[in-house]
């Protein structure tokens, strides 16, 4: 394979790693909002899954843009004024609708509240199918790759060795539009 498929290789490890950080620190936050994480008896939000839900996402999310922005996506610049921060929290709003249905559905359709059951449906299946978009989307819109600019042909330049800029047929100045004249010291009609 190519440099680029061991490129695109790399990356994907990377944001797997990443995504595996903030994913443990939103299953830390998830399980003590709603279940107490062997913490206390009477959790917070032990009602309220899809809020808890939410909440710990959102810390994920931070985790992730930071460590996205320092090492997955390092070679790549910011080509948004806030470095992609607005893009890349409203993907991973849109995206985190995917795990947020599979915990609804199985809170709501399946009947399962037990710990296990919320951690698979939200967790695991959710946050694996989001991962997979958000990958895309990222890449696509938030950490772009920089477009190369190809000055020769920008400029309709003739692409020679010598990259000089041609000279008008007229021989006009490029500034005035006008015969061009010579100028300087000891120039004719000084």
Same mark, same amino acid.
Request: proline share 8%; charged share 15%.
């Given at each position: 394979?190519?440099?680029?498929?061991? #490129?695109?290789?790399?990356?994907? =490890?990377? *944001?797997?790693? !990443?995504?595996?950080?903030?994913?443990?620190?939103? @299953? !830390? !936050? @998830? $399980?003590f909002?709603? #279940? =107490?994480?062997?913490?206390?008896?009477?959790?917070?939000?032990?009602?309220?899954?899809?809020?808890?839900?939410?909440?710990?996402? *959102?810390?994920?999310?931070?985790?992730?843009?930071?460590?996205?922005?320092?090492?997955? *996506?390092? #070679?790549?610049?910011?080509? #948004?004024?806030?470095?992609?921060? %607005?893009? *890349?929290?409203?993907? $991973?709003?849109? %995206?985190?609708?995917?795990?947020?249905?599979?915990?609804?559905?199985?809170? $709501?359709?399946?009947?399962l509240?037990?710990?296990?059951?919320?951690?698979?449906?939200? !967790?695991?299946? =959710?946050?694996?199918?989001?991962?997979?978009?958000?990958?895309?989307?990222?890449?696509?819109?938030?950490?772009?790759? &920089?477009?190369?600019?190809?000055?020769?042909?920008?400029?309709h330049?003739?692409?020679?060795?010598?990259?000089?800029?041609?000279?008008? &047929?007229?021989?006009? /100045?490029?500034? /005035?539009?006008? &015969?061009?004249?010579?100028?300087?010291?000891?120039?004719?009609?000084?």
């Amino acid at each position: 394979m190519g440099e680029g498929w061991d #490129h695109l290789r790399a990356e994907i =490890g990377r *944001f797997m790693a !990443v995504g595996g950080i903030a994913t443990l620190a939103s @299953f !830390v !936050v @998830f $399980n003590f909002l709603v #279940h =107490g994480l062997y913490l206390t008896s009477d959790p917070w939000l032990g009602g309220h899954p899809v809020t808890a839900f939410v909440i710990a996402n *959102f810390v994920g999310m931070v985790i992730n843009y930071r460590l996205s922005r320092s090492w997955t *996506f390092k #070679h790549r610049p910011p080509q #948004h004024a806030d470095g992609g921060r %607005t893009a *890349f929290f409203v993907i $991973n709003v849109a %995206t985190m609708l995917i795990p947020m249905a599979c915990l609804w559905l199985s809170r $709501n359709a399946l009947g399962l509240d037990d710990p296990v059951s919320d951690n698979l449906a939200a !967790v695991v299946i =959710g946050t694996l199918l989001g991962q997979v978009a958000r990958f895309y989307l990222f890449r696509e819109y938030v950490f772009q790759q &920089p477009v190369p600019l190809d000055i020769p042909n920008f400029m309709h330049w003739d692409g020679g060795d010598d990259d000089e800029r041609p000279t008008p &047929p007229d021989a006009t /100045s490029w500034s /005035s539009g006008g &015969p061009a004249r010579p100028s300087g010291p000891g120039a004719a009609g000084d």
